[in-house]
Nanobody
Framework: QLQLVESGGGLVQPGGSLRLSCAAS????????IGWFRQAPGKEREGVSC????????NYADSVKGRFTISRDNAKNMVYLQMNSLKPEDTAVYYC???????????????WGQGTQVTVSS
């Protein structure tokens, strides 16, 4: 069974950091581009960051540039999202997804995790 599982979410104060992880089972991640997406209550799902299958190319939404870093370890079948200088507006459920194209458009991704909640609040 093909599955993606996110972890690492939680409650953090503004200015703090979290590292999200995305683990794959049932398939090999290194064939796929991976995207991180988020969805806040009442808002549409938005692309946060994505990385090519080799890890050599990345994209970031303007709202997270300079604060978030995406990386992957294909040997471990894992992808990460390091989030620094977190703001209350980063509060959302964060999802990882696997697809054939490196893009921030969620419609291009085939496999999705169940999401992990990130809450930034004092």
């Amino acid at each position: 069974q093909l599955q993606l599982v996110e972890s690492g979410g939680g409650l953090v104060q503004p200015g703090g950091s979290l590292r999200l992880s995305c683990a794959a089972s049932g398939f090999t991640l290194n064939y796929y581009a991976i995207g991180w997406f988020r969805q806040a209550p009442g808002k549409e799902r938005e692309g946060v960051s994505c990385i090519s299958n080799s890890g050599g190319s990345t994209n970031y939404a303007d709202s997270v540039k300079g604060r978030f870093t995406i990386s992957r370890d294909n040997a471990k079948n894992m992808v990460y999202l390091q989030m620094n200088s977190l703001k209350p507006e980063d509060t959302a459920v964060y999802y990882c997804a696997a697809g054939l194209i490196r893009t921030l458009s969620y419609s291009e991704y085939r496999y999705w995790g169940q999401g992990t909640q990130v809450t930034v609040s004092s």
